[in-house]
């Protein structure tokens, strides 16, 4: 069975919708400035974007909040006027309650595929309320998120929610790369660990590793 090509399926889709002249609305998933500096860049002339800032995951509140300043700040800063904001509440109790039971798997084990489920879910349903054609993440920049569980788990999401999800490998045609570029010109703030303690956890044993 041949391995799906996420990028080539979004290539495909924006040059559909560019060739009808349209720019539909996307509910855009963002769990950092510097996964989202490539995206938005990539992103911005083909959708209509609207950001939610939904990572309950972060479970230091300052760490949420500077993250959440840095993503705007970089959005000012590179004149992305269209690009709105959807308030979200900033409730860490609802991810302890989806990983409960999970709390020792390792980093991108099953506690992952729950914490993605439940971010992407929760986008699936405020993109429906809001009216959004499309939803997605920035997640699968990362190379270490598997751009296949994502997608999986996005595709099954839209499907139950009746909302489209866009498939994406954004790490692809030097995405990775260009984040890392885009962070350095802009300063961006760049965390070691995704947000949960537990990632926080593994960063910090691996830093120890390496120092030892």
Same mark, same amino acid.
């Given at each position: 069975? +041949?391995?799906? +090509?996420? #990028?080539?399926? @979004?290539?495909?889709? %924006? ?7 349209e720019k539909?609305? @996307?509910?855009?998933?963002?769990? !950092? ?6 995206v ?6 083909? /959708? ?8 309950? +995951? %972060?479970t230091?509140?300052?760490?949420? @909040? ?17 690009v709105? /904001? ?25 506690? !992952? $595929?729950? !914490? &993605?489920? #439940? ?10 309320? %809001?009216? !959004? ?7 699968? %920049? ?17 499907? #139950? ?17 260009? *984040?890392?570029?885009? $962070? ?6 760049? =965390? +070691?660990?995704?947000?949960?303690? &537990? *990632? =926080? ?7 120890? *590793?390496?120092?030892?």
């Amino acid at each position: 069975m +041949n391995k799906r +090509n996420y #990028q080539k399926e @979004l290539d495909a889709l %924006i040059e559909k919708n560019t060739a009808a002249g349209e720019k539909p609305s @996307l509910l855009l998933h963002v769990c !950092c400035a510097v996964c989202a500096s490539y995206v938005l860049e990539y992103l911005y002339e083909h /959708f209509s974007i609207t950001i939610a800032y939904y990572n309950p +995951n %972060i479970t230091d509140e300052a760490e949420y @909040l500077h993250r959440y300043a840095e993503l705007r700040r970089y959005v000012a800063e590179r004149q992305m006027d269209e690009v709105r /904001f959807e308030d979200v509440e900033y409730k860490p109790e609802e991810f302890f309650e989806t990983v409960r039971g999970h709390e020792s798997d390792r980093e991108g084990g099953a506690r !992952c $595929s729950l !914490c &993605f489920a #439940q971010r992407l879910g929760y986008t699936a349903k405020l993109a429906k309320k %809001i009216g !959004c054609r499309y939803f997605a993440t920035t997640l699968t %920049i990362s190379p270490l998120k598997n751009a296949d569980v994502l997608n999986a788990i996005g595709t099954r999401i839209g499907e #139950q929610e009746g909302v489209e999800y866009l498939p994406s490998d954004f790490k692809k045609k030097n995405g990775y790369k260009r *984040s890392i570029e885009l $962070s350095r010109e802009y300063d961006l703030y760049r =965390q +070691n660990f995704c947000g949960c303690v &537990f *990632s =926080q956890e593994e960063a910090r044993q691996r830093d120890s *590793s390496k120092n030892a």
